[in-house]
Every structure is written in C-alpha cells, then in structure tokens.
C-alpha cells in the first residue's frame, strides 16, 4: 500500500447507527474517512411498523417501542451480517437521541449506549434533523454552506448552514407541517398512511390551477399549513364529479408554491448559492423539479438527497455521526434523549 493509501486507511472509520425516533426501526453501518470522498454504506437496514399502527389511525408510542425492541436485535444482526464486521471492530456507535418520541428514542439511544460501554467505544447522540439536514450531502467529506430546507411528517423549517454544527434557524412551521398536511389531507381523501406519496401520485393527471387554495404567510420568514389543510375540509363536501386528481394537484402546488418562495428568499436574503431540501416530502418530485428550477433562475446550486435517503432511515444518522466523529465530537452515555431536542 502506497503512503497515501496507508494514511488514509489510518482514519477510516465504522459507524453502527440506530434511528427509533418514531416508528421506524433502522440500523446502518457505515466506513469512511476524513476529507474522503465516497464514504461507503456497508449495511442499511429497515423495518417499517406502518401495518401495525393503521388500525389505530395514527401511531401508538407503546406499540412503536414494543416494536422497536423486538425489530433491534434482528437488524443489528443482520446489518453486521450484511456488512461482514463484527461489532468489536466497529469504531463508533450512534443514536438519534431527539427529537421524536421518548419511549421509541429510548431503545435505539438504549442499545447505542449500551455497545459504546461493552466495546469501550464513542457514543454519538445524533440530532435527527441534523441527519436530514445534512442528507444531502451524503457520502461527501464536508458541507458546504448552504440554505437547508427539512420537510417532513413532523417538521418544516428553514436553516442558514455555515458547516457541520453551525445552523442558524431562518423559519419554522407555526402549525402543521408540510408532511403532515399531506397526510392529513390524504385522509380526508379516504387514502392510507404515508398519504404524500399518494397525493403525488394523483396529482400527476391532475390540474393544479383548478382550485384557488391559500398560500399563508407568503411575506414572513414562518410557515403554516393548518390554513390550507382547512381549506381542502371546507371545499371537499362541495365538489362533486372528478375532482380528485385535481384537487390533489391544486393542494401540491400551494404547499410547493410556498416551500419554494421562502427558500429562494431565504438564500437571496442571506446570500447563499447552495440550496438543498431533504425530509421525507423532499421525495416530492415536483416540489425537487420546481425548487432546482427556481435555483437555477437565481444562480444557485441545488443539493437534494435520494428518495431512499429523504425518509427516515438510520444511514443520515451514521453519516452525521461520521462527520461528528472527524470533527472532534462525543457524546456521554450518561447524556439523556430528548424528545424535544432543539437543531438551532
Ligand atoms: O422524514 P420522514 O420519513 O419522517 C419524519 O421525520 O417525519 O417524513 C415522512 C413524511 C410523511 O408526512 C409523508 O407523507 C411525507 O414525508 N412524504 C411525502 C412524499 N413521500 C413522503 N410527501 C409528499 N410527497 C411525497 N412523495
Ligand atoms: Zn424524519
């Protein structure tokens, strides 16, 4: 091995990562290096609780952390598998420690904690906003500063990023979020859980000027949605016909109009060329097609992770701990979850 090759394999380093923030249960691992390009995920594992939750109409902590003890052990053992390591030769174990539920957080900070001791290793507690936010950037050796948009099932905010640690809050939701307007408004609509997905799906046929829908807050740096979810209620009983398709076309288009405009005020306003969004509604495709074109117009670089890195999922949090780890952080295992754990 050349002198370069041989510094560089000095400061690889394996991360084991659990998310359990909600009813989700993921385990990854993932290798890299400082300043090394192309970090490369060796396992990244999943087990979706939605079937067990939908009876209920929404998600029932006791259920989800019942859920997250007995899906854990599975997917450790089947990541470390997949990733042919063993634990002892992991190098750092993390946990979303907040925000999300505190009896599902508990289990995956739990297990974390728990191999740090037995292997005398770090702990890393991970922000799981932290670990969207920086999705985008997944796999890269470092961050860019740039206007960070997280649209999700329970957030929608917007950042100011200097660099791994250095987040600056712009504006946040006063009311629903993005995510869950979509969910909401997709169970008015009679369809399952996640409901985003579906709304996009039938939207795509669908005109989107045919219903006029409120755009709230269009002037302040806030968000809110509960405005336009209300909307839909009050509209839905007076339409007959087709009108499905539209109206889940018309409902995207408000919710993509506002996310777009305060983006791209946000980046001229703070004099930011890079852009990303990430979260689980960034799965969007016409809000990703209209932000990047709304980019290019202004002369910005657009960053957005992929569909599978967008929704939860523990590789963000392995790559967030990663850059942690390179950085200089630690976490104590004595250092509790929070439920409300705050990113900026
Ligand atoms: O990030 P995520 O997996 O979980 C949270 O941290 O909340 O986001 C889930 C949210 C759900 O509200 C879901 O409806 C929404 O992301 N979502 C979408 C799409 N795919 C997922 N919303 C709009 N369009 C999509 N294609
Ligand atoms: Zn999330």
């Given at each position: 091995?050349?002198?370069?090759?041989?510094?560089?394999?000095?400061?690889?380093?394996?991360?084991?990562?659990?998310?359990?923030s909600c009813d989700e249960t993921a385990v990854a691992?993932?290798?890299?290096?400082?300043?090394?390009?192309?970090?490369?995920?060796?396992?990244?594992?999943?087990?979706?609780?939605?079937?067990?939750?939908?009876?209920?109409?929404?998600?029932?902590?006791?259920?989800?952390?019942?859920?997250?003890?007995?899906?854990?052990?599975?997917?450790?053992?089947?990541?470390?598998?997949?990733?042919?390591?063993?634990?002892?030769?992991?190098?750092?174990?993390?946990?979303?420690?907040?925000?999300?539920?505190?009896?599902?957080?508990?289990?995956?900070?739990?297990?974390?904690?728990?191999?740090?001791?037995?292997?005398?290793?770090?702990?890393?507690?991970?922000?799981?906003?932290?670990?969207?936010?920086?999705?985008?950037?997944?796999?890269?050796?470092?961050?860019?500063?740039?206007?960070?948009?997280?649209?999700?099932?329970?957030?929608?905010?917007?950042?100011?990023v200097d660099g791994l640690a250095d987040y600056q809050?712009?504006?946040?939701?006063?009311?629903?979020?993005?995510?869950?307007?979509?969910?909401?408004?997709?169970?008015?609509?009679?369809?399952?859980?996640?409901?985003?997905?579906?709304?996009?799906?039938?939207?795509?046929?669908?005109?989107?000027?045919?219903?006029?829908?409120?755009?709230?807050?269009?002037?302040?740096?806030?968000?809110?949605?509960?405005?336009?979810?209300?909307?839909?209620?009050?509209?839905?009983?007076?339409?007959?016909?087709?009108?499905?398709?539209?109206?889940?076309?018309?409902?995207?288009?408000?919710?993509?109009?506002?996310?777009?405009?305060?983006?791209?005020?946000?980046?001229?306003?703070?004099?930011?060329?890079?852009?990303?969004?990430?979260?689980?509604?960034?799965?969007?495709?016409?809000?990703?097609?209209?932000?990047?074109?709304?980019?290019?117009?202004?002369?910005?670089?657009?960053?957005?992770?992929?569909?599978?890195?967008?929704?939860?999922?523990?590789?963000?949090?392995?790559?967030?701990?990663?850059?942690?780890?390179?950085?200089?952080?630690?976490?104590?295992?004595?250092?509790?979850?929070?439920?409300?754990?705050?990113?900026?």
């Amino acid at each position: 091995m050349g002198r370069a090759g041989a510094r560089l394999s000095i400061q690889m380093k394996t991360i084991l990562a659990l998310e359990t923030s909600c009813d989700e249960t993921a385990v990854a691992i993932l290798r890299g290096g400082n300043g090394h390009p192309g970090s490369e995920l060796l396992a990244s594992e999943i087990a979706s609780q939605i079937a067990e939750h939908e009876k209920y109409g929404g998600i029932v902590p006791e259920i989800a952390s019942r859920n997250h003890l007995v899906h854990a052990p599975r997917l450790l053992e089947s990541a470390t598998r997949n990733a042919k390591i063993d634990m002892e030769n992991v190098d750092a174990f993390a946990a979303t420690s907040g925000p999300g539920l505190a009896s599902s957080l508990m289990i995956g900070a739990s297990i974390a904690k728990g191999l740090a001791t037995g292997f005398r290793k770090p702990y890393l507690a991970i922000n799981h906003l932290e670990g969207h936010l920086l999705s985008p950037f997944f796999g890269d050796g470092e961050v860019n500063p740039n206007i960070s948009l997280i649209v999700s099932g329970g957030h929608t905010m917007l950042l100011r990023v200097d660099g791994l640690a250095d987040y600056q809050l712009i504006g946040r939701t006063v009311d629903d979020a993005a995510g869950e307007a979509f969910d909401k408004v997709a169970k008015m609509l009679g369809f399952g859980y996640p409901g985003g997905p579906e709304i996009e799906k039938r939207a795509h046929n669908g005109d989107p000027t045919r219903f006029n829908l409120p755009r709230s807050m269009l002037d302040s740096e806030s968000f809110s949605f509960s405005g336009l979810k209300t909307a839909v209620r009050y509209l839905l009983p007076k339409l007959k016909g087709d009108y499905v398709e539209d109206l889940c076309a018309s409902f995207q288009q408000a919710i993509v109009d506002v996310l777009v405009r305060k983006t791209i005020a946000a980046a001229q306003k703070e004099n930011v060329a890079v852009v990303t969004v990430s979260g689980g509604v960034s799965c969007n495709g016409e809000l990703r097609r209209q932000l990047r074109d709304a980019c290019a117009r202004q002369g910005c670089k657009f960053k957005s992770a992929e569909a599978w890195l967008c929704t939860d999922n523990a590789a963000m949090i392995a790559f967030a701990a990663l850059l942690r780890l390179q950085a200089g952080f630690e976490s104590k295992v004595t250092d509790e979850i929070d439920p409300n754990l705050a990113l900026a």
